[in-house]
């Protein structure tokens, strides 16, 4: 799928730049020289997870998304820099990560394309439409509270912990927003697989692809990617393996595609 180019690398660059002087640690990144991408490094920053869930997730031009856990927005901009005739809805409850989030569409003039609810998902009832969306996608938090693990930043905290945001408190959401039909799109922790199926499963959304994403060969997996579909009858597709690296730590042609090297060098 071919991507918008709206901006030439240098225009992206200069316009980056301006906004790094704005202050708060925000940094910008560049989606293959057309799209800028602000951060914060008190917040949750841009990982393989993002990246490779916003290639999975197959969704059709003009389509209207909802990002569930959209953190500072890398997914939902990933998906408009490839069609930019999509409409992205991006669900965060941190009020500072939806300020970044803010700023990047300003950034970007995104305008309507880019809608920020400031919310807690897990008031999904009241704080998002019920059956408006046949697309979520949502990377959520992968590790339990109780897990060990227990960053000291609070908001990286809640962003990689269930401290405010359970698996099924991401499954409900989604299953409230999507029409019968509609495809629930999310990257999850390998390890959790189990809890991942039967919690799909539980809200009447049905997995029906399933991708496992190694670093290299020989490595187990780091992540694993699903697709389950609102009222969906049963029957799962098991894709082939995403390997990002070979043996010899080289890119992988995959990881090059996903990331946009090649087209970023012609840029």
Aim: proline fraction near 6%.
């Amino acid at each position: 799928m071919p991507w918008h180019r709206p901006l030439s690398y240098p225009a992206a660059k200069r316009r980056g730049e301006n906004c790094a002087k704005a202050g708060d640690c925000v940094n910008p990144e560049f989606f293959r020289g057309n799209l800028i991408f602000l951060q914060s490094d008190r917040l949750f920053r841009l990982g393989t997870d993002a990246m490779v869930l916003a290639d999975f997730a197959q969704i059709p031009s003009g389509a209207a998304v909802c990002d569930l856990c959209a953190g500072t927005g890398a997914v939902g901009l990933l998906l408009l820099a490839a069609d930019p005739a999509r409409s992205v809805t991006a669900v965060e409850l941190q009020a500072e990560a939806c300020a970044v989030m803010e700023r990047t569409a300003a950034e970007n003039d995104l305008g309507d394309s880019f809608r920020i609810v400031c919310a807690d998902l897990r008031e999904y009832r009241s704080a998002l439409p019920h059956g408006a969306f046949r697309h979520v996608v949502c990377n959520p938090p992968y590790d339990p509270v109780a897990a060990g693990f227990a960053p000291e930043n609070r908001a990286v905290a809640i962003a990689r912990t269930e401290l405010c945001c359970t698996l099924d408190d991401a499954a409900s959401a989604a299953a409230w927003l999507l029409t019968t039909g509609g495809s629930l799109d999310l990257v999850y922790r390998p390890e959790r697989l189990t809890d991942l199926l039967c919690v799909l499963r539980a809200r009447k959304l049905e997995p029906k692809r399933l991708r496992f994403v190694r670093h290299s060969p020989g490595k187990a997996p780091s992540l694993v990617l699903v697709r389950a579909v609102s009222g969906g009858k049963p029957g799962l597709r098991v894709e082939p393996e995403l390997v990002l690296h070979g043996a010899d730590g080289s890119e992988t042609e995959a990881y090059r595609r996903i990331y946009h090297l090649d087209s970023a060098s012609e840029s």
